[in-house]
């Protein structure tokens, strides 16, 4: 926010952040964590098979555990009415990882919605993309761009005299840095927006040609990508039009006449940005744990998990090595 420091507290409904912010970060990080890390692990058995689309589901996955981790910090910075008693290294870290895994999100959902459309559309043209090691580079690429614009942004935002005054963090936006966001949204988050639709309702388009599926499979899919893009457009677009709208009304207005406007979306600003984190939960669920072959992964995995345990104490029961395998079992000497 760009308000003057000496009536920043008086002016601004500092206080306010805490009655909503609290509720919804707890309940991200109760849900969250447990279900991104049941993601992971069941991606990293998806990866060994060589199927390309987990190689971006997992670093969507990544991002969501990692912004998930920075939901405490600013839980503890609303508790305390956005006075922050953490330093300005520990403002600047936390600002870092949580932006660059909310806009690394929005990328990495792109490409999923890109990397069904290349396999529905195009499965011969962009074979190099369709590979592991081609879905891995792509992914560094976009960590990369997203970690030095995000930088760029922080940095813009804390330099300067009188930007710091130690007990805000980030709440100030200065001209050259709102200028930047105006610049740097349509790259950041427009692009990835338009792209992912237009990959999504050309992969529909496309499903109805299909000769071959039947007509629930096709409902079921249909409604399937209709659920992704009304839960991008529900959680994400709401935040991103509202802080583009301010960052172009400072811009437009300069920063003392805009102060005044900034102080009246205060609340809805930080409103849309707590929903985003929502996407933490929704995330693993629709492109991890609802999907059928997923989960009969997971139960053979979680099966497998207790058959081994289940021989394991069998063996210790009996004197024998845990580490003895079926064929071994088999093999012993029945008394």
């Known amino acids: 926010m760009n308000i003057n420091t000496t009536d920043m507290c008086s002016s601004v409904p500092f206080n306010i952040t805490k009655y909503f912010k609290i509720?919804?970060?707890s309940i991200v990080v109760a849900?969250?964590?447990?279900?991104n890390c049941l993601a992971l692990w069941v991606l990293i058995f998806q990866i060994k098979r060589s199927i390309?689309?987990?190689?971006?589901?997992?670093?969507?996955?990544?991002?969501?555990?990692?912004?998930?981790?920075?939901?405490?910090?600013?839980m503890y910075y609303s508790y305390h009415d956005h006075c922050w008693h953490l330093g300005k290294a520990m403002c600047v870290v936390a600002g870092l990882a949580f932006r660059t895994n909310f806009y690394a999100k929005n990328n990495f959902l792109c490409l999923i919605a890109m990397e069904r459309f290349i396999g529905l559309v195009h499965p011969l043209k962009f074979h190099r993309l369709q590979t592991i090691s081609g879905a891995a580079k792509v992914c560094t690429i976009t960590w990369f761009l997203v970690v030095v614009l995000c930088s760029v942004g922080i940095w813009l935002q804390v330099k300067g005299p009188g930007l710091w005054q130690g007990q805000h963090c980030l709440d100030e936006v200065p001209l050259h840095y709102a200028r930047f966001k105006v610049a740097t949204t349509s790259l950041s988050f427009f692009a990835p927006f338009l792209l992912m639709g237009f990959f999504y309702f050309r992969v529909l388009f496309e499903l109805r040609k299909v000769t071959s599926l039947e007509k629930k499979v096709k409902r079921q899919i249909y409604g399937f990508v209709s659920l992704i893009i009304a839960s991008f457009?529900?959680?994400?677009?709401?935040?991103?039009?509202?802080?583009?709208?301010?960052?172009?009304?400072?811009?437009?207005?300069g920063e003392k006449e805009s102060g005044e406007f900034e102080r009246s979306i205060f609340i809805c600003f930080h409103t849309t940005l707590s929903l985003t984190t929502l996407g933490n939960i929704l995330d693993p669920l629709l492109y991890i744990l609802l999907l059928k072959d997923v989960r009969a992964e997971l139960k053979d995995l979680i099966c497998?998990?207790?058959h081994k345990t289940g021989i394991s104490?069998?063996?210790?029961?009996?004197?024998?090595?845990?580490?003895?395998?079926?064929?071994?079992?088999?093999d012993q000497p029945r008394s």
Not at 31 to 35: E, F, R, S, T, V
Not at 233 to 253: E, T
């Open 31 to 35: 849900a969250g964590l447990p279900l």
């Open 313 to 330: 104490y069998s063996l210790k029961e009996q004197g024998l090595s845990p580490r003895c395998t079926s064929g071994q079992m088999l």
């Open 233 to 253: 457009f529900l959680l994400f677009v709401p935040y991103q039009v509202v802080s583009y709208y301010q960052y172009l009304s400072i811009v437009i207005l």
């Open 304 to 306: 497998c998990k207790a």
């Open 23 to 25: 509720p919804i970060y």
């Open 52 to 74: 390309t689309l987990s190689v971006y589901i997992l670093n969507l996955v990544l991002a969501n555990l990692l912004q998930t981790l920075t939901l405490p910090f600013w």
